[in-house]
């Protein structure tokens, strides 16, 4: 019987070709998103199920869980993938603005986890498999909002890991920096004039770094990785900026390591 994954967001990006990898690899595929008719390119896949969801709607949640089990036999990984970035001075930002980036990337996570743990603790097995980012470990200027979002999720699904192992549900974060999708294009852009000699530079800098990053498809090789990992490790640093900057954030001094991200992501502003 083949293995079967639950994708949220998986209308653009690393959702979308998380799901193509993983059918290619002989997999079911449960593509879901908010706007279906957004995954109609996917339909041309045999054993893809495209899927209504959104992740602040625990109905839209329960029934497509429901209708994965029923129509694949069962689900055996859930890849929580759905996300929103907003960037920029957090003065600016509306409560608004900051409620939807919670809602998405720390509350959608926590309503999908929620609704299929019952299911994993019956079968007394499962994976939940969420993209976080290298973001949640380290910060950048103009991600406050972002990277409160991120911790959150690291030091959840950190704790959550303890208290779901003696039910053998694996806890998996998938933590890439800079891919090449359509994330930095939906990125939504918020300032003011009062930061106007610091953020439009620091924002390009940042733009910048996705100019030579990989593709979305090193981070769908780790999801499949980390799915077929039998072990319990938490974390997978993926992309060629992830791994050595979590490792330096983890040896060097603090004033060291703000000092390289100040070096980078400052450049070419006036002091």
Not at 58 to 73: H, V, W
Not at 103 to 121: E, H, K, Q, S
């Amino acid at each position: 019987m083949l293995k079967t994954i639950f994708i949220t967001g998986a209308s653009t990006g690393i959702g979308k070709l998380t799901a193509i990898y993983f059918v290619e690899k002989g997999w079911n595929v449960a593509a879901t998103m908010r706007s279906p008719e957004k995954g109609k390119d996917l339909e041309k896949f045999k054993n893809i199920k495209i899927l209504k969801l959104d992740v602040m709607d625990d109905e839209s949640i329960k029934l497509a869980i429901a209708e994965t089990i029923q129509f694949f036999g069962g689900i055996d990984v859930v890849f929580n993938n759905a996300g929103y970035a907003l960037v920029g001075a957090f003065e600016a930002m509306s409560k608004e603005h900051i409620k939807k980036q919670f809602d998405t990337n720390v509350f959608g996570v926590m309503n999908v986890t929620r609704a299929i743990l019952p299911y994993f603790r019956e079968k007394k097995n499962g994976v939940i498999i969420t993209t976080s980012s290298m973001g949640g470990l380290i910060t950048f200027p103009l991600y406050s909002s972002y990277h409160g979002t991120k911790w959150a999720i690291e030091g959840f699904m950190e704790s959550l890991h303890y208290e779901l192992r003696p039910f053998n549900i694996k806890i998996k974060n998938i933590e890439p920096g800079a891919i090449k999708t359509d994330f930095e294009n939906a990125i939504e852009f918020v300032t003011n004039d009062v930061y106007k000699n610091y953020v439009p530079k620091a924002h390009q800098n940042m733009l910048d770094s996705y100019k030579s990053a990989p593709t979305a498809e090193v981070v769908a090789k780790k999801v499949f990785q980390a799915a077929n990992d039998n072990s319990f490790r938490l974390r997978y640093p993926v992309g060629g900026q992830s791994p050595i900057l979590l490792f330096l954030r983890r040896v060097l001094p603090n004033t060291w390591f703000f000092a390289i991200v100040r070096t980078v992501v400052e450049k070419g502003i006036k002091k």
